[in-house]
Structures are given as structure tokens and as C-alpha cells.
């Protein structure tokens, strides 16, 4: 770099503790007592019932209710979000609900210092800022008179001052530090790099770059993953403002909860450790900038150019990595400063998701999209069938599929992969309140919502994410101005949870579980095949999990035989069928957890290590493969995957056990 060095300085003042309330909303089932009458009829009450269910959703109602929920900014331990779950819990008794409790936790929550909020400065050699980031984001029409929008931060963001020379370093995944340091020769260490938002996590962004050694990160939008194209930005369409911020914790928590209680309820009896020493908090500065500023400093980067077109964005700019700034100027950075919950209003993530609930909840108590959009399904392999009967059911809202069900709408836009016959249906990663049920208890667990067609949509989720424009107008305007897409999911979740909760033998299928773990085993055994040297060298045998596999697969095929027979009048033979299904999930599990990840405790499921949001089938093999090559001490690396491959068949076989008959 020509010139003397580029600098940058990050002042945050964060990690506030706060209290936090969660509804709990238990539908019960009571299979013990559940007998079949010898009554013709009593499937058709069932289906009447369950129609009436849905028959009472209403589009306008979910409008309503969205609309009621983000007028206002409701971050999590704000007075404003305790008077909207105060709010909600009333509600939820009117409907006719027998109890809706509040229950208090108090965790640790992060929020920016609103007097002194961070940001980032080209200082010149006088120490004279010539160029700021800016403060806030201009606010949204309509909301210019809203107060307490705090100003964009990244939740859990360490203190400090750091100084260094700038890097770039695109998505910021464990790849793109790969490509810098081992192909680039462009070495991280004591820098604040600058990584674009998509991909991956945020978290694991802040994660890889305390492991290149940098000093601070900043994370921006780039218009490429953020801008859909011939879209304008909001308010005139739904592509996010250059002036837009995504918000967003960058905790990398492995599923502890608390950060100062992991593994334990926040209570007031807990034991707590010191905010320095809570689980998964960076050690490191984070702030997160509008493309409009990411521009001034992207464009005066230097170095060498961007290896390929995969690390260039839609920005007029070179892309170039750096250290530092062209030319000779003696310039540098400075950043200063600092679910029902939402970021800002919410207007997406969370309370389209709330406003759904809640007209769930109304329904049981009473007993035109611009882009392309389809439904997008996350489940254990136990409800797959059970999910794609019902989609059958349900009319697709999707134009151009007027009077087409739901399950062909889905099928049409977005196929599964490794069978085209079949929609797809993703594996459960984390970012959402079912990772604790799911991946450190393995109970069965599923989401359903739409989404961005990703066979023709190559933007990041949706543009606005976690922004200040994330507002009600925006759905009403752009996204489902009918409402009938949030109606849909409605529909599809209140048929899930009646089917649930009212059907006498639970409604999953082990068969599914089979033929999706002969598919996780191919795949991490193709993945092994590529250092077939090394497997024959160090004696890596995968001949035991795919045993292991057949073994669940007729044990599976047999349960399922007999679950057609069972006296349905014979409480006791119903109950053990039923104890064998949802027990089938917990066999899955690991009390010992992952290496490295603890909480994490299900062997065939977890969130990717390099992509939280991700999910990866058999973590504990592909973690222990991924990087192998580099490994030093290459037997002690290869004794771990013959670890992980025992610990997998093990665990495979002993669901299997779950699932034979019971004496």
C-alpha cells in the first residue's frame, strides 16, 4: 500500500441486562385417554372439526392484528415490548384460551449507547474527520414522529478502541479467509476487516474474524444480496434504501440461552458469571453500515483486486481487498459509539409471524407479492408426510395457481433436490426459538412460513431485513397486500397443531426418518470418498453407521406394520405406540453434546459450525472432516472422524431399539 497506513478505531459502549418475558402456550394431548368409539362417523367429526378450525381464520384479522402490533419499535426488555405480551396475554384469555401466563426471565441484553450511538471516520493526518457514517437511518413515511428507534448496532458487540489497516473480505465465511490467507498471502491478523451481510449467520462472520486475528469488523449490505433487481427502494418498492442498516445479535451461543447461565433458566436463584465472561459474546468491536457509506470506503480501498466475480457486489466500486486505502493519503477509520421482540417495528421478523399466531390462537379459542414467493417447510423427517398431506388440503394463494393446492404451488417453485417428485423440505439449522426443543431435547419439531423462491431469486431473504423500513406498510404494500399468504400459513400451522394434538396416534412417520438418514449417510460418506487415500491409511470405516441405518430402516418398516394393527380401543397398546413415536426424536440425541458444542446434543441434526442459520446431517463426522488436510497431526484428526462415525451408528442403531416391540 502506497502511503502511510489506514487506521481504524471502534468505541462501543454495549451489553445492558434486561428482563425478558415469554408467553407460554401449551396445546395438550392426552393420547392415554384418547379412545376410539366403534362410531362410523368419528373420522368425519375429526375432519369437521379440523375444517371449522380453518374456516374461522381470517385474512382481515391477521391484517388487524399486524397492523396492532408495530406501530411501535418493541425491542426485547423494552417497556413497550412488555406492555405489547401484556397486551397479547389479554387477549389470548379472550379468546377463550384457559391460561396464558407471563413468565420472566432475567437475561443479558445488549443495546447501543443512544447519546454517544457508534460509527465510523476517514480522519486525515490533522486528525480532521473528512468523511462520517451516518448516525441513524432516515426514517420511514409515517413513522418520522415514532421515538425510541434506537440507532443501529449489532447486538453483544464487544468495547474498545481498535486501530488497523481495513481489509475486505467478502461474505466473511471460513472460504473467504481461506482464499485470503492461504491463496492471497493477505494475512488478517491485527486489521478491522469489512464483510458484506448474506450467505452465513452474522455471528459467524464476528467468529471467523476473531479467528483471523482481527482487531473489528464491519458489516454492511451490499445492493447485490440486497436489491432485487428492477425493484425500487422502499418506499417506492421493497429493495432496501442505501441508508438501511441491518440489525442483529452476533452471539455465537451453540445453544446455551443465557449467555451468563448457560444451559440454565435466567432465574433470580441462577448463578450468573460476569458479562466478560458470558458465553459466545465476541471479544471483538462490531458495527454494521448502509451500503451508501459502505460505498465511500469500499471505493477507496487498495491492495490487490478482487480475486473473482464471486467477491464483487452491486456497488460501483473496484472490490479491491486491500490493506488500506489507495494512493498516499495519510487518511484513516475511526467507528465510534456504542418473538414478538423486534429490532425496530418488526414488520417481517417477527410479527408476521406473531399476527399469524394470534389469529391461531382466536381460531382455536372460537372453536398481489412482488417478487417470486413460495412456502418454505423446516421439519424432522417425522412430519414430512404429515406436511405434505396437509398441503394438499390447502389452497395455494400463489397467482396464477388459483384453484391448485399448495403442495402443487410448492412443488412447481421449489422441487427437492435429490427427488424432484417431492417439495423441498429443509433440514432445521437454528436462528429461531425451536433450536432448544430441537436440538439439545430432540423433541420433534418443524416452521413453516414463505419465503424467496430460490430458483429465481438470488437476493439475501427479504431486502429490508431487520431495518428500520421493516414496517407494516411494507406487507400491506408489497408483500401480501391481500394478506392471504400469512392466511395460508395459518391455515397450515392450525391444521399441524390440531392433527397434533387431536389424532389418537400421533401422526409421524419413521419411515421418512429412514430414507432421510440413508441420504445424510451417502452424502457424508461421498464427502469421506475425497481423501480415499487417507481413509484406507488411517483404517475409516463407515460400514457401521450404514448398518446402523438399514437396521432403523426395517425396524421402522416393522414398527409401522404393527402401529396398522393396534387395537385403537386398547389404551395401553395405543399409549406404547405412541410413547415409541415421540420418543423416536430423544433417541437421536447425545447427552455428552457435540465436540466443542455441548448443548447441541442431536447427532443427526445441528446447525452448520460456519453457518448457524444451516443446518448439517451427522455434524459431529463433517465437522471433524472439514479442513482435515490442514490438520497437523493428521492420525489424531482421522481417529476423530472414526469417533464420530461410532458415536453416529451408535446413536442410529439405538433409535432403532426405540422402535421394536415391546414385550
Known sequence: MAGSRSKATLRVWLVCPGLLSCFLLGFLTGWFTKLTEENPNSSDVHQNVRQKLVAEMKAENIRKFLRSFTKLPHLAGTEQNLLLAK??????????????ELVNYDVLLSYPNEKQPNYISVIDDQGNEIFNTSLFEPPPQGYENVTDILPP????????????????????RTEDFFKLEREMGINCTGKIVIARYGKIFRGNKVKNAILAGAQGI??????????????????????LPGGGVQRGNVLNLNGAGDPLTPGYPAKEYTFRYKANEGVGIPKIPV?????????VLLRAMGGPAAPDSSWKGGLNVPYNIGPGFTGNSSTRYIILGGHRDSWVFGGIDPTTGAAVLQEIVRSFGKMKMEGNYTLR??????????????TKEILSPDEGYENKSLYESWLEKDPAPENNTYPRINKLGSGSDFEAYFQRLGIASGRARYTKNRKSDKFSNYPVYHTVYETFELVEKFYDPTFKKQLTIAQLRGKLVYELAD??????????????LKGYSNRIYKLAKKHEEQLKLYKVLFDPLFSAVVNFSKAASEFHRRLEQVDKKDPVAVRIMNDQLMLTER??????????????????FAPSSHNKYAGESFPGIYDAMFDIESKADQHEAWEEVKRQISIAAFTVQAAAETLKEVA
Not at 464491519?218 to 429493495?239: Q, R
Not at 389424532?503 to 426418518?513: A, E, G, K, L, T
Open 87 to 100: 397486551k397479547i396475554q389479554g387477549q389470548w384469555k379472550e379468546f377463550g384460551l384457559d391460561s396464558a
Open 153 to 172: 448496532y449489532n447486538a453483544f458487540s464487544a468495547q474498545g478502541v481498535p486501530e488497523a489497516d481495513l481489509v475486505y473480505v467478502n461474505y466473511g
Open 218 to 239: 464491519i458489516l454492511y449490505s451490499d445492493p447485490a444480496d440486497y436489491c432485487a433487481p428492477g425493484v425500487e427502494a422502499y418506499p417506492g418498492g421493497w429493495n
Open 287 to 295: 458495527h454494521p453500515i448502509g451500503y451508501h457509506d459502505a460505498e
Open 377 to 390: 417447510v423446516d421439519c424432522t423427517p417425522l412430519l414430512y408426510k404429515l406436511v405434505y398431506n396437509l
Open 503 to 516: 389424532s389418537q396416534v400421533i401422526p409421524f412417520d419413521s419411515r421418512d426418518y429412514g430414507e432421510a
Open 587 to 604: 433417541a437421536f440425541t447425545d447427552p455428552l453434546g457435540l465436540p466443542g458444542r455441548k448443548f447441541y446434543r442431536h447427532i443427526i
